[in-house]
């Protein structure tokens, strides 16, 4: 039978004709459908609202730059580069990369246009990245991040900003159980006395090393602290220390951002194994984590990247910045359950009479602010009313033939215990307008 249908397929094939195939999305990029996306909207809306109150700009960048960007930026020898970035090659040989990230596109546009040239900038980004993983819960092959970044900055003041914005976007979304791992990568004579005892220490333990972590002591042994192998890891628990090695300057930094942050009432816990898995960190680093995503702990890291603008053709510009994933903090929100009694819709229409009576209501409900979804398709009062509790909004609005002689409309409280009650048409507005701001 399998053989048989093969043949057949074989057949229409080279007969040139077309068969209906279900195409699915591709593995690792979701769709976002109704039910889901409000949670997004919520999200989203607190995340420019805090931006802007921080005084942070946005800038938006191409999906596609050209591959070198990241392998430069990034780092030849990270994970993302060599394993997960979806490269091809454009007309003419360029080779082309989607974006796995947003900071260095953002470095990119800021040297490109001049933003950086005797100028201080505070901005942010949202959208669509793109990274080849194994697909499980909170990473995905297709992801959303919001990252704001800041050009022109020395000071730990910065810094603590930075982190700042991360814990009051956790404050306004009511996201509970998330703690600040914090760290500093010193200055680069420290990395380099750093990565230089982390090379001796390895190498004397090289047969215990896993596979990639083999491979990369020779080439950047900072990157085997992020290795995930267990026997690994109980190496990496012996390792020395990068505090050990931080100059007087550097010293200072880390030491006034954790006294700011202390005044803030943050309390970061200090993980000396934390060196993020990006080329382009200097100086402090930090992740937000929890313990309710499962193995994919971080939902925002960041840090410093001082010599990044230089690096890719710029004036020497200190930054500093983070990204956060926006699936992450969605399925933060829907696991606390604090998103239940978000609707989209204020008011669901319905009209048993005076349908054009009705539909002028519903613009002038809408011009005030009101969200209103008419109901469409006639049907019996009782399936009319049962749309309108399915469609989660928080009143019931009906126009019939007694309201439309006398003048009113009946409003039935769907999810509270005011009751139906009439209300004449002319004070429909800021009758709602004072239910809805309750």
Known sequence: MKAGYLLVLKSVISRGETMSLKIQSVKGMNDLLPGQIETWHRVEEVLRSV????????????????TELFKQSIGDQTDIVEKEMYVFDDAG???????????????????????????????????????????????????????????????ADIDAEIIRVGSRIWKELGVENVSLQLNTLGS??????????????????????????????????????????????????????????LDPESRQHFGDLCESLERSGIN???NVRLVRGLDYYTSTV?????DKLGAQNAVCAGGRYDRLVEQRGGRATPAVGFAMGVERLVELISAQKEDSSHSILDIYLISMAGQQIAVELGETLRDAGIRVCEHCGGGKIKNQMKRADSSGARYAMIVGEDELKQGNVQLKDLRGKEGQQQIARTDVVSSLQKRLSN
Do not use: C
Not at 57 to 62: A, D, F, G, S
Not at 197 to 205: D, G, I, K, R
Not at 286 to 290: G, I, K, L, P
């Open 51 to 66: 931006a802007w109150r921080y005084g942070y700009q946005e800038i938006r960048t191409p999906v596609v730059e050209r």
């Open 188 to 245: 680069p004579a420290t990395r380099t006395d750093y990565r230089e005892a982390l090379y001796q220490f390895f190498s004397s333990h090289r047969d215990t090393l896993d596979s990639d972590s083999q491979r990369r002591l020779e080439r950047n042994p900072l990157r085997i602290l992020d290795s995930k192998v267990a026997s690994t890891q109980e190496l990496i628990e012996r390792a020395p220390s990068i505090l050990d090695f």
């Open 93 to 155: 040989d360029v080779s082309l990369a989607l974006r796995p990230e947003a900071t260095a596109s953002t470095v990119r546009a800021g040297n490109q246009h001049g933003l950086f040239h005797n100028q201080q900038q505070r901005l942010w980004y949202m959208g669509p990245m793109f990274r080849r993983e194994k697909p499980q819960k909170g990473r995905y092959r297709q992801f959303h991040q919001f990252g704001i970044e800041a050009f022109g900055w020395l000071g």
């Open 286 to 290: 930090f992740e937000w984590v929890t």
């Open 268 to 270: 970061p816990e200090i």
